[in-house]
């Protein structure tokens, strides 16, 4: 009996180090139809995931989906909470198999190779967060993360991305990403797509940034030169 149980908790350590394993950004590429260059990045945080494909040359938009995962074995199990082009999967869960190595993930059903970016460093805001509060004139304006019209962003160490959505009525508003870095409360973006204006690709946006009780405090310039401050609550 001691032998079984022992065994059992050496399985379930394995699957949690196997999990943890996938943490971080990675990357695989295609060819559009007219020869363009596709890249397709997902990013796995702890308990969410997002996957985004768009054009490297134009740094055209093409589609994003993503929501809650797990991983049991070589089975990738996810709920999805948002699809750029699919609503109607909204809600729905998919589970495949899945090849895990230090630097690559293959998807056995597609043959799909993704080649790791990094695992989850050595950017410090690594995680999903939900956007909970602005502050405004001085006034701080808390947000419920629990109702269904969300913007959540997902960080790896090098990557990040946020995506407007609704869970309720499933639609999308939009979505943006590309690379980042952390350095002395100072974190900057370098915008690789943005689904509402392409024109956005190639910006880089500085900000300040500090993290106090759980919460990044985040101010400076949007993408548009509004200012702006606004708080992130790690996702649960």
Known sequence: MKKIIIFLICMSFSFVL????????WETTSTSKNGDL??????????Y????????????????NG?????????????IEFHSENPE???TTVSF????????????????????LDNGSPGKLNGAWLMSGRTRDGKTQLRDTNRPRKTMK???????????YNTETKKFMGTGGGTYTTKNKEYIENIKFFSRDDSKAGLSLK??????NSKWHHSGLSSKGDPIQEIWSIRE
């Open 18 to 25: 196997h999990a943890q394993g996938i943490i971080g950004a």
């Open 38 to 47: 596709l890249k397709s990045i997902v990013i796995f945080a702890d308990g």
């Open 49 to 64: 995931q997002v996957l985004t494909t768009y054009d490297t040359t134009t740094g055209k938009f093409i589609h994003t």
């Open 67 to 79: 929501g809650a995962w797990k991983l049991a074995g070589n089975t990738m199990t996810e709920k």
């Open 89 to 91: 999967l909204i809600g």
């Open 97 to 116: 198999k899945v090849r895990i190595t230090d630097n690559e993930i293959e998807i056995f059903d597609s043959g799909s190779k993704f080649k790791r």
């Open 154 to 164: 997902i960080l790896s160490g090098t990557r990040f991305q946020w995506i407007a």
């Open 207 to 212: 900000f300040s940034y500090e993290l106090m």
